[in-house]
């Protein structure tokens, strides 16, 4: 089964507004989270590391008041799009290492439309 | 820094025919080297990895990759390819001092096998 849950799965809302993505590591804990992005037919993109307990480290290029990442515990981290507009639109991938093996769990994604 | 590239962004192939998708990447420091498969609107599976050891690396579906490090390829290949193998595939590497950390992925491999 899963290990790494996002939530929601897909949104719609409407140019100006916030959206928050969820991401969980279901059975371990992680001290550092991945948020990536990815365009239709392309490739993912790192966005940010996110750490447990401290500021996210963000990317070249992603604005860091845009996208929000609050890593608040060893289980959850969130990425708010603040003020969406429509070419913040885009398939959101969260990942999570499980520190013991080394392995990388990917979240199913988070599909984003903002009208 | 690290780079992947991935050839053949399509590949289309018919069912029971063997397949080969390739990936060379680039990088000043060792790297342990993943393949991942993606089906539409979802998060990414770890298809197989190379941490270490033998060169070849197998997966529970029948696919394979080898490292190369002379041609610093890990070209992922299956001998009778299957309807439901129709995904897309992205090559990714991630520094050997960044254990568990963010992986660089190549553009991808939308994979396409018709009956």
């Known amino acids: 089964g899963a290990v790494v849950s996002q939530h929601p799965s897909w949104v719609i809302c409407k140019s100006g507004t916030s959206v928050k993505i969820e991401c969980r590591s279901l059975?371990?804990?992680?001290?550092?989270m991945f948020w990536y992005r990815q365009f239709p037919k392309q490739s993912l993109m790192l966005m940010a590391t996110s750490n447990e307990g401290s500021k996210a480290t963000y990317e070249q290029g992603v604005e860091k008041d845009k996208f929000l990442i609050n890593h608040a515990s060893l289980t959850l981290s969130t990425l708010t799009v603040t003020s969406a507009h429509p070419e913040d639109s885009s398939f959101y991938i969260c990942?999570?290492?499980?520190?013991?093996?080394?392995?990388?769990?990917f979240g199913e994604g988070s599909r984003l439309t903002v009208l | 820094a690290q780079s992947v590239t991935q050839l053949d962004s399509q590949v289309p192939v018919f069912e029971e025919a063997p397949v080969e998708l390739r990936c060379n990447y680039s990088?000043?420091?060792?790297?342990?080297l993943f393949w991942y498969v993606q089906y539409p609107n979802q998060g990414l599976q770890l298809l197989l990895k190379?941490?270490?050891?033998?060169?070849l690396v197998e997966s529970i579906n029948g696919f394979e990759a080898e490292f190369n490090k002379s041609q610093t390829s890990f070209h992922l290949r299956k001998p009778s390819v299957h309807i439901s193998d129709t995904a897309e595939y992205f090559c990714a590497v991630s520094p050997i001092y960044n254990q568990g950390g963010k992986l660089i992925f190549g553009q991808g491999t939308e994979l396409s096998v018709k009956p």
């Open positions: 990942s999570a290492g499980r520190e013991a093996t080394g392995e990388l769990f």
């Open positions: 190379y941490l270490s050891g033998s060169t």
């Open positions: 059975d371990f804990q992680a001290t550092t």
């Open positions: 990088s000043s420091v060792s790297v342990y």
